[in-house]
């Protein structure tokens, strides 16, 4: 069973960072991608950052230059750091996982995130 545990959200003032973790329970190179997507109250989920195996990286143009995703081989983690934070970040923020062979997704239990103004 595939576990994703999230942890570093808060409550940050505005023009803040918070640097969030996500540790997997099984190796990430187990993944075709892996990510962070985010659901503030009344809104779909988005995304927020993703990388491939193949080392694609994408982000969603409300946080290009703010937030950067990273990873941790050896420790089955994948971060985001986010920087110069605002009001309208605050969400909670999930950790995904991609399996794309057998056509599955894998999701933590997400993390808050509060941005004051």
């Known amino acids: 069973q595939v576990q994703l545990v999230e942890s570093g959200g808060g409550l940050v003032q505005a023009g803040g960072s918070l640097r969030l973790s996500c540790v997997a329970s099984?190796?990430?190179?187990?993944?075709?991608?892996m990510g962070w997507y985010r659901q503030a109250p009344g809104k779909q989920r988005e995304l927020v950052a993703t990388?491939?195996?193949?080392?694609?990286?994408n982000y969603a143009d409300s946080v290009k230059g703010r937030f950067t995703i990273s990873r941790d081989n050896a420790k089955n983690t994948v971060y985001l750091q986010m920087n110069s934070l605002k009001p309208e970040d605050t969400a909670v923020y999930y950790c995904?996982?991609?399996?794309?062979?057998?056509?599955?997704?894998?999701w933590g239990q997400g993390t808050q995130v509060t941005v004051s103004s």
């Open positions: 990388f491939t195996s193949g080392g694609t990286t």
């Open positions: 099984v190796s990430i190179f187990s993944f075709s991608a």
């Open positions: 995904n996982a991609k399996d794309w062979v057998v056509s599955v997704n894998y």
